[in-house]
């Protein structure tokens, strides 16, 4: 999953940060999330999700206090192949 940020995330997340952590920690306990973060320059943020199908990504995503108050701006979900 590629995603955008809105200007000014570090002041805007501040309501959200704590439901946001505690439901990541939930997909990645439950195996569902791989990884998630945001670029250095905090405008894009990239998650590695395994999950049967894009619509339980977009679930996930859609669910998220980041996405429902803004703080993600959009988002895309491509499927890869593991090479290695």
Same mark, same amino acid.
Request: contains cysteine.
């Given at each position: 999953m590629w995603g955008s940020y809105?200007?000014?995330v !570090?002041?805007? =997340?501040?309501p959200y940060r704590q439901a946001h952590l505690e439901g !990541?920690? =939930?997909q990645k306990e439950s195996?569902?999330?791989i990884?998630?973060?945001p670029t250095?320059? !905090?405008k894009r943020v990239f998650g590695i999700y395994e999950a049967?199908?894009?619509a339980t990504i977009r679930h996930l995503v859609e669910s998220d206090p980041y996405?429902?108050?803004g703080i993600w701006t959009d988002y895309e979900v491509h499927e890869w192949i593991q090479a290695i």
């Open positions: 809105c200007e000014g !570090l002041e805007k =997340r501040t !990541l920690n =939930r195996g569902t999330l990884t998630l973060g250095q320059d !905090l049967k199908d894009k996405w429902q108050n």
